[in-house]
């Protein structure tokens, strides 16, 4: 009869595994994704090397289930930001602003997940994280066209548009350094959040007032 695991260790080893990835995180937050060595995220989680092994066999796996990961956790904040907006302006602008403080407050962690030169084999699962960011403000870019609430566009190429102006504005090469100064990372927020509202052809008058109850709501969560 084969060996099932019981549920006890099937959590014990999803555990374990989730600290690798966190402490995988902790380690790429600090010095970017070529700090991601096998040796210092055993260190930092509290293990043994080969424990890490068992679980990651090469850097180049556990750096592709870091950035998946990473992934997966900030298109669900922008899901979980969209869902609870009474509408579908609302959701825009929730996703946004989402991505773009999430970004800032992360923003050695996110430039490693989505930007920074890596190597060639990676650059999959980095594409696929970047079409899911399109993919979600297309999604909502779509629900806002069809409520009559924007003009007629090609919701894709303005998605894409907007990830890559997130991406260069907020944590790219030309992006200021805001460490520390939460004023000017709210004002940061704001306007990038803008940036993107008036790209798809919102209002200005209401896109200021949608970033502004955005922001202030996202302040007192």
């Given amino acids: 009869?084969?060996?099932?695991?019981?549920?006890?260790?099937?959590?014990?080893?999803?555990?374990?595994?989730?600290?690798?990835?966190?402490?995988?995180?902790?380690?790429?937050?600090?010095?970017?994704?070529?700090?991601?060595?096998?040796?210092?995220?055993?260190?930092r989680a509290g293990i043994a090397a080969g424990t890490v092994y068992r679980y990651f066999p090469s850097k180049t796996d556990l750096v592709a289930e870091l950035v998946a990961s990473v992934a997966t956790r900030e298109i669900a904040?922008?899901?979980?930001?969209?869902?609870?907006?009474?509408?579908?302006?609302?959701?825009?602008?929730?996703?946004?602003?989402?991505?773009?403080?999430?970004?800032?407050?992360?923003?050695?962690?996110?430039?490693?997940?989505?930007?920074e030169p890596v190597e060639s084999h990676l650059d999959a699962v980095r594409l696929d994280f970047r079409k899911a960011l399109a993919g979600e403000l297309e999604t909502r870019i779509k629900a806002a066209m069809s409520a009559g609430y924007l003009p007629d566009q090609d919701a894709r190429l303005a998605a894409?548009?907007?990830?890559?102006?997130?991406?260069?504005?907020?944590?790219?090469?030309?992006?200021?350094?805001?460490?520390?100064?939460?004023?000017?990372?709210?004002?940061a927020?704001?306007?990038?959040?803008?940036?993107?509202?008036?790209?798809?052809?919102?209002?200005?008058?209401r896109a200021r007032g949608l970033v502004a109850q955005i922001v202030l709501l996202s302040e007192k969560a």
Avoid: K
């Fill in 160 to 187: 894409t548009a907007i990830v890559g102006a997130l991406l260069e504005a907020l944590i790219g090469p030309l992006a200021p350094d805001l460490a520390g100064d939460a004023a000017s990372v709210r004002t």
């Fill in 77 to 115: 904040a922008m899901q979980a930001a969209a869902n609870a907006a009474p509408g579908p302006l609302s959701a825009l602008t929730g996703a946004v602003a989402t991505f773009a403080s999430r970004a800032l407050s992360e923003r050695r962690l996110a430039w490693a997940a989505i930007a």
């Fill in 189 to 205: 927020v704001q306007n990038a959040t803008l940036l993107a509202l008036r790209a798809v052809g919102m209002v200005d008058a």
């Fill in 1 to 43: 009869m084969p060996y099932r695991r019981t549920a006890n260790v099937v959590r014990r080893l999803a555990a374990r595994e989730d600290a690798i990835l966190d402490a995988a995180s902790a380690v790429a937050a600090e010095g970017g994704m070529n700090a991601v060595q096998i040796v210092p995220v055993a260190h």
